[in-house]
């Protein structure tokens, strides 16, 4: 089994969406573009990949939505040392039905009280929902370490949330340590770093915005 050195999370840069939440009412959340300053953000982490990866090769998947692909072409990778796979589990949490406005805030106020984890959106997805995809994406990424040649590094271009179900699934998280984490920014990354002992630690960790309060033991 060859498994990568390297395995990167990217989140995509800046939307439309993240600028300005009203243009859901008019435009899916699958076709909106970054803005100029996503596109900057998007070029900005391309120099810091171009430089980690120094020429080797990289096994690529990204998220079916405009803007992760808008953020994939933006850095500026060597397409002749990359392999790239559109992976539709890796796509943002499906919200449901967002042109009414005034119902996306009231369902994102219940969701802020019930858990970001278990809160279902009407016609949607609930983070548990996107977990479980993200768990038959991380099997179908396992089954690719067994190329021999398989290249040594991965890069994830995707969506904050599902970037932090991708670490507590392969971490063993809990859904208190989840919950108690923040998404990173537009176009920030997370990397798992393979060690001499075999095992996979994160290179830094996500922002938390309070202490997690499990019901039991874990770990």
């Known amino acids: 089994m060859a498994r990568p050195q390297r395995i990167v999370l990217v989140r995509h840069g800046e ?3 993240n600028a300005d939440d009203t243009v859901y009412e008019r435009e899916p959340d699958h076709a909106l573009r970054l803005t100029a300053k996503g ?25 079916p939505y405009r803007r992760t ?15 790239v796979r559109e992976e539709p589990r890796l796509r943002e949490q499906d919200w449901g039905n967002l042109q009414d406005r005034d119902d996306v805030r009231l369902q994102q106020a219940y969701r802020d009280t019930y858990g970001h984890f ?7 997805e609930s983070g548990a929902d996107v977990y479980d995809r993200v768990g038959a994406f991380l099997e179908s990424l396992y089954r690719s370490f067994e190329a021999p040649d398989h290249p040594p590094n991965v890069l994830l271009v995707t969506h904050g949330l599902t970037m932090r179900l991708f670490c507590m699934r ?16 537009n176009g920030e990354s997370r990397m798992l770093v393979l060690g001499k002992d075999g095992r996979y630690t994160l290179d830094r960790p996500f922002e938390r915005w309070r202490t997690p309060e499990p019901y039991g033991i874990t770990g």
């Open 15 to 17: 939307s439309e969406g």
């Open 69 to 83: 692909h808008e953020t994939f072409r933006s850095f500026g990778l060597d397409l002749e040392r990359v392999r």
């Open 118 to 124: 278990f809160y279902r959106f009407a016609q949607g």
């Open 170 to 185: 392969w971490f063993h998280w809990s859904v208190a340590e989840f919950e108690s984490l923040s998404n990173p920014g």
């Open 39 to 63: 596109l900057r953000q998007a070029r900005d982490t391309g120099v810091r990949l171009r430089e980690l990866f120094d020429g080797e090769r990289v096994s690529v998947y990204v998220s």
